[in-house]
């Protein structure tokens, strides 16, 4: 399974980000992928997840109402939409495909793992 995620970038408070995480199609058909980030000198932190069939989605507390996640079957690709951004959102984020049908919070639950792309939040 590869995962190629990409979107990051540099952005000053309260602007917006997309980030993409492209999968492999039978991939995308079967599990959930998640994102994650992991900030320097901090342990990695679970952003939101998504199930393929059926689209339930889960987000992490800090991140509700300010992150969306959805997913685009034509392009077998998982996107987190990143709004309202805070200096506190730095970190290298990473996606992440779950070992089940359906995410979860937490990072032992996912198998594959994608490079990160970094995301930088200046004020």
């Known amino acids: 399974v590869q995962l190629q995620a990409s979107g990051g970038g540099l952005v000053q408070a309260g602007g917006s980000l997309r980030l993409s995480c492209t999968t492999s199609?039978?991939?995308?058909?079967?599990?959930?992928v998640g994102w994650f980030r992991q900030a320097p000198g901090k342990e990695r932190e679970f952003v939101a997840t998504?199930?393929?069939?059926?689209?339930?989605?889960i987000y992490g507390d800090s991140v509700k109402g300010r992150f969306t996640i959805s997913r685009e079957y034509a392009r077998s690709t998982v996107y987190l939409q990143m709004d309202n951004l805070k200096p506190e959102d730095t970190a290298v984020y990473y996606c992440?495909?779950?070992?089940?049908?359906?995410?979860?919070?937490?990072?032992?639950?996912?198998?594959?793992w994608g490079q990160g792309t970094e995301v930088t939040v200046f004020s």
């Open positions: 992440a495909v779950s070992r089940g049908s359906y995410g979860s919070s937490s990072s032992t639950n996912y198998q594959y």
């Open positions: 199609r039978r991939t995308a058909s079967n599990n959930a």
């Open positions: 998504i199930a393929w069939n059926g689209g339930s989605t």
